[in-house]
């Protein structure tokens, strides 16, 4: 069992012994050559167009490819990494590699790149940056006007900054219903500012005669019915009370009669006796 124990505590442990005569310049070194090729999975970083089969491979492509870094060329010191691809469809190598100087890539070969146009864009800018500074390479006259354009510029740029904070400030304090109520206080009436012959003034007058007419008629026409209604209620109680007094009328004629009549049909009996005396 201590043996055992022994065994699985070597398995786990950290620290290794070195031997007093130990030299670590004798021991073998794997020195791996600064051109090998390493497998790495990519998504290609723009669109391109194989040049063997006319295949379109869009950016975001997933590809195995083999990364290097470039011997021949660096930007500042910086490697350069170069990447080989396949079409998808042709099988044909495609190379393209990093450009740190420009944070982008380079096609090299097998493809073309297409077009996209903010790399025009990024090319104008740097083509007025580098024909500024070979302006003023051995001009000093040059380098001060152009540090002066470049402090009214900004100084332009701030004052309409503050102009925009000042309208903005404005606005806050600014009551929009007011300013409404006042503008259609003053704006004129659009039928006196509009000059008008005499058939349009004709017709306008018409119009409003018609219109007018149209809502007196209407308002006659809603009396009438609002009058029709009320008769008809009326007419409706005074047929109800008169039912009401005919039926209480027949009640107590019908309690009156009924002992007279009874009394008619009631005959008195003759005695015998009494009819046959002299």
């Known amino acids: 069992k201590c043996g055992e124990s022994a065994k699985m505590g070597e398995r786990k442990v950290l620290n290794k012994y070195y031997p ?21 999975r990519i998504m290609i970083p723009f669109t391109m167009c194989c040049t063997t089969c006319k295949e379109f491979m869009y950016r975001g492509k997933k590809f195995n490819s083999k990364k290097e870094i470039a011997q021949d060329i660096d930007y500042l010191g910086i490697h350069i990494h170069r990447f080989f691809i396949k079409c998808t469809r042709c099988a044909s190598e495609i190379v393209f590699r990093t450009d740190p100087q ?24 740097d083509g007025a940056i580098a024909e500024r500074e070979e302006e003023e390479a051995g001009d000093a006259m040059k380098q001060l006007e152009n540090r002066t354009n470049d402090s009214k510029i900004e100084m332009d740029i701030l004052d ?42 004709d017709l306008v007058d018409k119009q409003e005669f018609q219109s007018t007419a149209r809502r007196i008629a209407q308002g006659e026409e809603e ?42 049909l009631v005959v008195k009996r003759k005695v015998e006796g009494a009819a046959e005396e002299p």
């Open 20 to 40: 007093p005569d130990f030299d670590p310049e004798l021991l073998p070194r794997n020195r791996k050559p600064r051109d090998r090729q390493i497998e790495v």
């Open 160 to 201: 309409s900054l503050d102009d925009t904070k000042a309208i903005n400030e404005r606005h806050q304090k600014v009551n929009t219903d007011k300013i409404i109520a006042k503008l259609r206080e003053a704006q004129p009436d659009p039928k006196d500012s509009i000059e008008l012959d005499d058939d349009e003034e």
């Open 223 to 264: 009396a009438q019915e609002q009058h029709r209604k009320k008769l008809a209620e009326e007419a409706r109680a005074a047929a109800q009370a008169g039912l009401a007094a005919a039926k209480k009328a027949e009640g107590g004629e019908g309690s009156s009669s009924g002992p007279k009549r009874i009394a008619g």
């Open 102 to 125: 420009s944070g982008d890539y380079k096609m090299e070969h097998g493809a073309t790149r297409n077009y996209e146009i903010w790399n025009d864009r990024n090319a104008q800018e």
